[in-house]
């Protein structure tokens, strides 16, 4: 079973879906397995549209970008495409940029991994590319050895600087980090 995510067209900003650290192959941050990326795209528009998929995987801190595949999705319709062939980044340092034609909020993306064990599917939230929200303002713990990982894109067309900042109380943790175009970074926490 797995949930759908549900956005307002009206607040969509661009045609672009970013889904970052996406497990590809086996990864040595999740329980041992093979995941394959599988994408569930849905035209909502009364047109086709063609959705453009891009892969990016980092390796030493370099971004190897690939378009790897075109889908032409018809009006009010769906479709699902997989990557069995891909090899990843044992780190989750893999990301994927799927593009649409047409609109925006005319496409919903929505990208899990499928494994042959346990677990079966790890989904992946995506974010409008122009979106200016983050999606690191929300409480999680790290008490009792619990492990976190924090995964940070760069999607501009420059190298970019991220802050991080983790307050707890009246204790703060702050560190900077550069990332190149197309970078995927891990921070485990």
């Excluded at 949930?3 to 999740?30: C, E, N, Q, R």
């Excluded at 849905?42 to 971004?63: K, M």
């Amino acid at each position: 079973y797995s949930s759908a995510i549900f956005t307002d067209p009206a607040t969509v900003k661009s045609t672009t879906t970013v889904f970052t650290g996406v497990p590809v192959g086996s990864t040595i941050m999740l329980p041992q397995g093979n995941y394959v990326p599988t994408l569930s795209l849905g035209n909502f528009s009364g047109r086709d549209s063609t959705v453009s998929i891009r892969y990016v995987r980092t390796v030493d801190n370099e971004a190897k970008s690939q378009d790897i595949q075109k889908v032409l999705i018809p009006a009010h319709n769906t479709r699902e495409v997989s990557f069995p062939g891909l090899q990843g980044d044992p780190t989750l340092q893999d990301s994927f940029l799927i593009v649409a034609d047409g609109a925006p909020g005319d496409i919903a993306a929505k990208l899990v991994a499928r494994s042959d064990n346990d677990p079966r599917e790890i989904e992946q939230l995506g974010k409008d590319l122009l979106d200016p929200q983050n999606g690191g303002n929300h409480p999680w713990s790290i008490e009792d050895g619990t492990q976190s990982t924090l995964l940070l894109f760069n999607s501009s067309a420059s190298t970019q600087f991220f802050d991080v900042a983790i307050t707890s109380a009246a204790v703060t943790w702050q560190k900077a980090y550069q990332l190149k175009t197309l970078q995927t970074k891990a921070i485990n926490i």
